[in-house]
């Protein structure tokens, strides 16, 4: 069963720069919209930025802040996140969607993001 693979997490002091990977198995990855989720303890999971084959989508928090982006190459997809704050404090996710915005992959394990001094 493919699964996909968060990386890239750690703990980062405030304003600090952190770039999350989110890595697939199959090259079909490459056609799906990708999203990157985050939890943080005692919330709901919540989207924080969208990538499709032509536009990119942010949630307010994080918009002008993280960037996402992919290479098709290497069935990844990336999450820049600059100017971190504690807030960000989380685990991220990634997963995938069709154009019906189903849900396509199972939860992967994630990777932690620390934000404290």
């Known amino acids: 069963q493919v699964q996909l693979v968060e990386s890239g997490g750690g703990l980062v002091q405030p304003g600090g720069s952190l770039r999350l990977s989110c890595a697939a198995s199959?090259?079909?990855?490459?056609?799906?919209?990708v999203d990157w989720y985050r939890q943080a303890p005692g919330k709901e999971r919540e989207l924080v930025a969208t990538?499709?084959?032509?536009?990119?989508n942010y949630s307010d928090s994080v918009k002008g802040r993280f960037t996402i982006s992919r290479d098709n190459a290497k069935n990844t997809v990336y999450l820049q996140m600059n100017s971190l704050k504690p807030e960000d404090t989380a685990v991220y996710y990634c997963?995938?969607?069709?154009?019906?915005?189903?849900?396509?992959?199972?939860w992967g394990q994630g990777t932690q993001v620390t934000v404290s001094s």
């Open positions: 199959e090259s079909k990855f490459s056609i799906f919209a």
């Open positions: 997963n995938a969607h069709n154009a019906l915005g189903v849900r396509l992959y199972n």
């Open positions: 990538i499709s084959a032509t536009t990119t």
